[in-house]
């Protein structure tokens, strides 16, 4: 435990836990779930407060592990527990109105801790993640379909927490005679707070938006749009909201030390902060200059060197586009689909046969995952018998959405051959080629189209003409060698296509082997700048929300018998030792603890190829007969806690 002022203490195990000691009382700030119940008894002080400033398990999981599942560890009832919170409010507005008042708010406090045990302090914006978890991660509003909003997202308790206390900006706490003052933090997790302990130095806490070193743990949180009603949203807003992020440091910079949510404690925060602004400018003008927003809402990102976008083509006879679809047409009229996510793309499929235009469709590829790309391939099935083909990293995405938490999941499944990566095969009289091609999301893939007048690469949404479709990286967009957009640019510069055709352009570009050097250049400025901004071994674990998960992601049952689920870990960093320990607050996990050492960097998913993601099975029991249970699992990486990494969420039906 380390001293910081006169009364805060910092417990560190990877994450901070802040401590404020006085008069044999204590109050707990961001105590995570690596902290065991020891920390309580190296208090030897009565734990009046727990202060949360966001509702991420992986800050608060000590929290909810100390107060149990339910609302009435904390308690005698509701109608005390408000007494208590009206006293808390009573007395920080004492601190304005006079020194008598202050008195009675301090004494209503105290008889409210009496009554209900310790306190829990959070975020009004965040109380119902808080009291009712299991009902935010059970909606499918919040796993299927996610698009405009993606946050909060699930880095959520996994059982309920009562809060005596909502937090708002501007509020004022006295915590025995010690003032914190609690602002809103913009531009990283939505509705989260920052405090000031007013100690003999100024100290402030933080969520995880800084690290020492002018450094970011979770860049993936960066994607923020304008709202439910704005122009963008948060699919499309990484880094949107950069500048108002930056300008939020500015709050820490009064205090004489900064303790942020992992990490060594920060003194000078001035020039902390002042690197991690830096930092972060240089990352928005490297990925700004060569986005493809520049081309889908110009002006938006306004970029300072913006790339020269690439030159269109027309678009060849064989092919027509419908509305997110193209169509591959044979010198005998038949039709081979890219993409079915439109049901008015199936209409018009059916009108152009009508006519006589094609004699049929034979088959869809699907480029990805996402619900406007197949929404509309039981349609396409039943009128026209087509085969649904995808790649190994989609295929099982489409088939069990509700296996993975990722965005933009359809809320239908669908059945589908699998195409191996790199594999040819006739149709009429094309060879088609199946790529795996994590551009836009890592479950991706394009194919070639050898055989007529032109070599034509359908790439989905990796690529528009300026540039990279990175916009998103909860889609999971990885850098390194062979992986995400590099990958991608090995295959168009080996390939060579005379055309790449984008799902939502209607017309073909074309990447010179001119253009390609400038976009590789891009990604090796950016993964340069990312290895200054990670505090982990590889800047990936900053950009990939999803590399420990568990599998299915939900599982919906009717019976209450043992189930059996898949851990499964993604590597970015060969020789790192990684601890997890699952456990659900409704039942009970076996093995519940597992330890190993990474391989060399996997491909992200489960796969029998060589290179593929590390899976290791656990059996969950229920204990209760609650309907929805919630599995979590605790990440240590070498030695040090990294937080709650991933659910996985139980539906009895």
């Known amino acids: 435990m380390t001293k910081v002022s006169e009364h805060v203490y910092v417990s560190d195990n990877g ?46 999981g000590g929290a909810a592990d100390y107060l149990g599942a339910g609302a009435a560890t904390l308690g005698a009832g509701a109608a005390t527990q408000n007494a208590g919170a009206a006293a808390l409010g009573a007395g920080a507005a004492a601190q304005v109105a ?153 709050a820490f910079l009064g205090c004489g030390a900064l303790i942020p949510a992992r990490g060594a404690v920060i003194t000078d925060v001035s020039g902390t902060a002042g690197a991690l602004k830096d930092r972060l400018a240089r990352l928005y003008r490297n990925y700004a200059s060569a986005s493809a927003l520049n081309f889908y809402f110009p002006g938006l990102l306004a970029p300072e060197n913006a790339i020269t976008p690439a030159r269109h ?114 149709w009429e009289e094309y060879t088609l080629t199946a790529f795996e091609f994590p551009g836009q999301t890592l479950h991706h893939g394009a194919l070639l189209a050898g055989g007529g007048k032109d070599r034509i690469l359908f790439c989905g949404d990796s690529f528009s003409p300026s540039g990279f479709d990175d916009y998103c990286m909860q889609n999971r967009c990885l850098g390194g060698e062979g992986r995400g957009f590099r990958k991608c640019l090995d295959i168009v510069a080996r390939e060579k296509p005379g055309m790449i055709i984008n799902s939502h352009q209607h017309r073909p570009f074309v990447f010179a082997e001119y253009e390609t050097g400038p976009l590789r250049q891009k990604l090796d400025e950016r993964d340069a700048i990312l290895d200054e901004l990670s505090p982990w071994p590889a800047a990936d674990f900053s950009l990939d929300p999803y590399w420990a998960r568990i599998y299915p992601y939900v599982t919906k049952t009717k019976t209450r018998g043992p189930l059996e689920l898949e851990l499964q870990i993604t590597s970015h960093f060969a020789g790192l030792a990684v601890a997890l320990e699952l456990a659900a607050p409704g039942g009970r996990v076996s093995p519940a603890k597992f330890e190993l050492t990474l391989p060399p960097p996997t491909c992200g998913y489960k796969s029998a190829a060589p290179g593929g993601d590390i899976c290791v099975p656990f059996t969950f029991y229920p204990e209760d007969d609650q309907r929805v249970q919630i599995i979590g699992v605790k990440v240590w990486l070498n030695g040090a806690y990294f937080g709650e990494a991933c659910k996985g969420v139980v539906i009895y039906e």
């Open 15 to 60: 994450m901070n836990t802040v401590i404020i000691h006085k008069n044999n009382s204590a109050c707990l700030i961001n105590w995570n779930g690596g902290t065991g119940p020891g920390l309580l008894a190296t208090l030897g002080a009565k734990l009046k407060m727990i202060i949360c400033l966001n509702y991420r398990a992986s800050a608060n």
């Open 313 to 426: 083509a027309p678009l060849p006879d064989n092919v027509i586009y419908i509305n997110t679809s193209f169509l591959l047409i044979s010198g005998r009229g038949r039709g081979f689909l890219i993409d079915c996510g439109n049901r008015e793309t199936v209409r018009a499929l059916l009108e152009m046969r009508e006519k006589g235009q094609i004699a049929a469709v034979d088959a869809c590829f699907i480029t990805h995952y996402h619900f406007d790309h197949i929404d509309a391939l039981d349609e396409l099935r039943k009128h026209f018998g087509a085969k649904i083909y995808a790649t190994e990293s989609e295929s099982d995405v489409i088939r069990n959405p509700e296996g993975y938490y990722l965005p933009c999941l359809s809320d239908m499944g669908f059945a589908n051959e699998i195409l191996p990566d790199g594999g040819s095969f006739r």
């Open 98 to 250: 006079g020194a008598a008042a202050q008195v009675a708010g301090a004494a209503a406090q105290e008889a409210s801790i009496a009554a209900c045990g310790t306190l829990v302090a959070a975020p009004e914006a965040h109380r119902g993640l808080f009291e009712s978890p299991a009902d935010w991660l059970a909606a499918e509003k919040n796993r299927l379909r996610l698009f405009r909003l993606l946050r909060p997202d699930n880095d959520i308790l996994s059982g309920p927490v009562r809060v005596d206390m909502p937090l708002r900006s501007g509020q004022t706490l006295d915590f025995e005679g010690i003032r914190l003052e609690f602002a809103e933090s913009p531009g990283y997790t939505e509705g989260e707070l920052f405090c000031v302990i007013h100690d003999d130095i100024k100290v402030g806490v933080c969520g995880d938006h800084i690290c020492a070193g002018g450094k970011i743990p979770f860049l993936h949180r960066l994607d923020a749009g304008q709202g439910e009603s704005g122009q963008v949203s948060d699919y499309h807003a990484f880094m949107l909201r950069a500048d108002e992020f930056r300008e939020s440091l500015d």
